[in-house]
């Protein structure tokens, strides 16, 4: 089967790359290689943020990534990007005179937008069924930033019609199949296949960062407030009233090195909570690692905390339940599914310090608790969240897709552009 995936601005470069990449940049690039391990061919059409880059990239076998000039050939902002998502779908449309794909996969509502129009722009009668995931949904977003969330107004209208228009929904969790049937998406054309995480990456065994305290949490992402680091911090202090007073909380992530990160807005908020709670000494800032290094950090901890305000899916529980470090996860979006309460981790309220400090504490206290929830996190992660796995699951939806698709025509999609607030689509 010929796949093109579209990725609008996410690369899997970046992920290859390590510093850059997200969790979509991620996910496209190891979905991308176990598909292409399972016989198929992909292509990953990403718009081009540097002038330098090459037109067609070869990443793995049978996986490369060709660059569309769409808007300035710089970074931008991912919420900026609605207006050259026609120039994008034009650029893959003309690839499509040579190299037409069977399939179409869009990830993230944009890319779904360049995708729907582009198997619009192909051949007349020709028909590209077209399959999106999320990744996020801006309902979700829109419940719990308020005026905070940044993207385009037109999300409100476009999201649910991409949604409506494709030919097939793949959600990542059952929390987010509920969330589009919300959004008025047909239950019977969503699958489900979850993130994944890579194996030979993070193996079960290996060497362990040296720590400096008695005791290490770590918290991996993003650094914006929705993250709900700050929560983290805030346990501290309620930890050292337990007995606890030798703990490090790291925080890996942000905009560059150790010292750039501390420039930024969020960790100076961050820092300033730490220092008004008396913490300051037991907070640091690694910034940006490679991937590879990741491992060895995840290892270093005693546990590892994910305490978001929502969370579509998150691949950072699965790394490190994948080394086998027990996890503290907020009970919300995917965290429910991929960490199971008493068993690969413990769950707590989102934006509840009092309850994460009392879930830390009690696996600082209990060894063994830590290395049963660690060895059945390592467990679930091998048997349920492969990429091997999870192509295998993508590759069903996709075979529905072709199926149901077959003998349709691309003229009965309707036109989907960015419309103003208040339209009619």
């Known amino acids: 089967m010929k796949i093109a995936m579209v990725s609008e601005h996410a690369s899997p470069l970046a992920a290859l790359g390590g510093v850059d990449a997200g969790g979509q940049n991620v996910h496209v690039a190891a979905l991308s290689a176990a598909l292409a391990r399972r016989g198929h061919h992909i292509t990953v059409y990403t718009r081009r943020d540097a002038d330098d880059l090459p037109h067609r990239v070869r990443i793995f076998p049978r996986v490369e990534v060709v ?178 007073p030798d703990v490090e909380l790291l925080v890996v992530g942000g905009g560059g090195d150790a010292t750039e990160t501390e420039r930024d807005s969020e960790p100076r908020r961050l820092l300033a909570i730490a220092a008004e709670l008396g913490v300051r000494q037991q907070v640091s800032f690694r910034g940006q690692v490679p991937r590879e290094a990741m491992p060895g950090i995840f290892r270093s901890a005693d546990a590892v905390v994910c305490t978001p305000w929502y969370e579509p899916f998150g691949i950072v529980p699965l790394e490190a339940m994948a080394c086998g470090v027990p996890v503290v996860a907020a009970a919300v979006g995917g965290l429910r599914d991929t960490v199971v309460d008493e068993r690969t981790g413990l769950h707590v309220p989102p934006r509840d310090p009092e309850s994460t400090a009392a879930a830390l504490a009690r696996l600082l206290a209990d060894p063994g608790l830590r290395q049963a929830l660690g060895r059945a996190g390592q467990q679930r992660a091998r048997s349920r969240y492969s990429w091997d796995r999870v192509a295998a699951e993508t590759e069903k939806a996709y075979l529905h897709t072709l199926t149901g698709a077959a003998g349709r025509s691309h003229e009965a999609r309707g036109q989907l552009h960015p419309v103003k607030e208040g339209a009619v689509l």
């Open 67 to 244: 660059h569309i000039q769409a808007g300035p050939a710089r970074h931008v902002p991912k919420d900026d990007l609605l207006p050259y998502m026609e120039e994008l779908a034009s650029g893959i449309s003309r690839d499509w005179e040579r190299h037409r794909p069977d399939l179409v996969h869009g990830h993230f509502w944009m890319s779904g937008l360049a995708a729907l129009d582009a198997t619009r722009q192909g051949p007349a009668g020709a028909h590209i069924p077209v399959v999106q995931t999320f990744h996020a949904l801006g309902t979700v977003k829109r419940r719990h930033q308020g005026s905070a969330d940044t993207s385009p107004s037109e999300r409100r209208l476009l999201e649910p019609a991409v949604g409506r228009s494709a030919d097939r929904i793949i959600a990542t969790c059952p929390n987010e199949v509920f969330e589009l049937k919300a959004m008025g998406i047909p239950p019977g054309k969503i699958s489900i296949a979850p993130c994944g995480v890579d194996l030979d990456l993070f193996p079960g065994t290996g060497q362990a960062d040296r720590r400096a305290r008695t005791h290490r949490i770590l918290s991996v992402g993003r650094l914006v407030p929705r993250k709900g680091v700050d929560v983290v911090i805030r346990a501290l202090p309620l930890l050292r009233a337990a007995g606890f």
